[in-house]
């Protein structure tokens, strides 16, 4: 009976190691050493305010994203890198023959945005809204291997609050809300494409003066009016004061606002504020206001 049963366990190994390994799709940071497309990333565009200049990926951003769509829309391969890694800003990936779709991302934000679709590629408000820069392109991978030097643009509009009187005396965090543009894109337009709910909170020193603050969102058009509230709150939760502020955006461009935020913090007080100034202006000029 010992040698029956013996066998039979021999037999069961035998049939279980003949069987097919399960197939693991390759979708999520992953990356091969060889394959037939290699991206590297050869500048950032557009990142000094001043000027208009090209930087290195680690330059600007501490996280990159690559990403593989096939002809009907669906992720075949990502791999996400952060500042550090030695492949940061190079990546290779094997594909079948096809037409692909490819996405590249550098950002900053606390993790990695949902990539699963190309049409809604999602960051959210813990992750925070950083200045984002996008690549995406077409491309037919045939028998011959392929190397591409990636040129990412600026998609994000940037609001760069400044207060300039002092932090009062029990303050402890500010809280910037704003509606109007989006935390999520379209990588084919880099424009939003989802009416969000964008948060931004900051801890902040009693005391200190001309803080700065930027807001950064996708917005659905390449100019638009962020709504904005901003809410300075005590350390228990308790709201000290409070404004209301519609900002004009462009998309590839600073709007500064300035002001005496806390000048009349003894109450709570909703105030409003709208302005409308003519530019002409991608990425070559600030637009300032106050509030």
Same mark, same amino acid.
């Given at each position: 009976?010992?040698?029956?049963?013996?066998?039979?366990?021999?037999?069961?190994?035998?049939?279980?190691?003949?069987?097919?390994?399960?197939?693991?799709?390759?979708?999520?940071?992953?990356?091969?050493?060889?394959?037939?497309?290699?991206?590297?990333?050869?500048? $950032?565009?557009?990142?000094?305010?001043?000027?208009?200049?090209?930087?290195?990926?680690?330059?600007?951003?501490?996280?990159?994203?690559?990403?593989?769509? =096939?002809?009907?829309? !669906?992720?075949?391969?990502? !791999?996400?890198?952060?500042?550090?890694?030695?492949?940061?800003?190079?990546?290779?990936?094997?594909?079948?023959?096809?037409?692909?779709?490819?996405?590249?991302?550098?950002?900053?934000?606390?993790?990695?945005?949902?990539?699963?679709?190309?049409?809604?590629?999602?960051?959210?408000?813990?992750?925070?809204?950083? =200045?984002?820069?996008?690549? *995406?392109?077409? $491309?037919?991978?045939?028998?011959?291997?392929?190397?591409?030097?990636?040129?990412?643009?600026? $998609?994000?509009?940037?609001?760069?609050?400044?207060?300039?009187?002092?932090?009062?005396?029990?303050?402890?965090?500010?809280?910037?809300?704003?509606?109007?543009?989006?935390?999520?894109?379209?990588?084919? *337009?880099?424009?939003?494409?989802?009416?969000?709910?964008?948060?931004?909170?900051?801890?902040?020193?009693?005391?200190?003066?001309?803080?700065?603050?930027?807001?950064?969102?996708?917005?659905?058009?390449?100019?638009?009016?962020?709504?904005?509230?901003?809410?300075?709150?005590?350390?228990?939760?308790?709201?000290?004061?409070?404004?209301?502020?519609?900002?004009?955006?462009?998309?590839?461009? $600073?709007?500064?606002?300035?002001?005496?935020?806390?000048? =009349?913090?003894?109450?709570?007080?909703?105030?409003?504020?709208?302005?409308?100034?003519?530019?002409?202006?991608?990425?070559?000029?600030?637009?300032?206001?106050?509030?």
């Amino acid at each position: 009976m010992k040698s029956i049963g013996h066998t039979l366990f021999v037999l069961l190994l035998v049939l279980l190691a003949g069987c097919e390994q399960p197939v693991i799709t390759d979708t999520e940071n992953t990356t091969v050493k060889k394959g037939n497309l290699t991206l590297s990333i050869l500048e $950032i565009e557009h990142t000094d305010f001043a000027a208009l200049t090209r930087s290195a990926a680690s330059d600007v951003c501490n996280h990159l994203n690559f990403a593989v769509y =096939d002809a009907g829309g !669906t992720r075949v391969k990502q !791999t996400n890198q952060k500042l550090g890694d030695s492949d940061f800003g190079t990546v290779t990936f094997q594909l079948a023959e096809g037409t692909y779709t490819l996405v590249a991302l550098a950002h900053s934000s606390n993790g990695n945005p949902t990539m699963t679709n190309p049409a809604k590629i999602q960051f959210n408000n813990s992750q925070g809204y950083t =200045d984002t820069f996008l690549y *995406t392109k077409r $491309i037919v991978i045939g028998s011959e291997a392929q190397t591409l030097s990636l040129s990412l643009h600026r $998609i994000t509009a940037l609001c760069r609050f400044i207060i300039n009187d002092a932090i009062p005396e029990g303050v402890a965090k500010l809280e910037f809300t704003y509606k109007g543009g989006s935390g999520t894109f379209d990588a084919s *337009t880099g424009l939003g494409c989802v009416n969000s709910t964008q948060v931004m909170k900051y801890d902040v020193q009693t005391g200190k003066k001309q803080t700065q603050y930027d807001l950064y969102t996708f917005l659905h058009d390449t100019e638009g009016t962020l709504h904005l509230k901003v809410t300075a709150y005590d350390a228990s939760g308790n709201i000290l004061h409070e404004k209301n502020i519609d900002v004009e955006m462009h998309q590839d461009q $600073i709007t500064w606002l300035r002001g005496d935020f806390f000048s =009349d913090a003894n109450s709570t007080i909703t105030q409003s504020f709208s302005a409308t100034v003519n530019i002409d202006t991608q990425w070559q000029g600030e637009l300032n206001l106050t509030y």
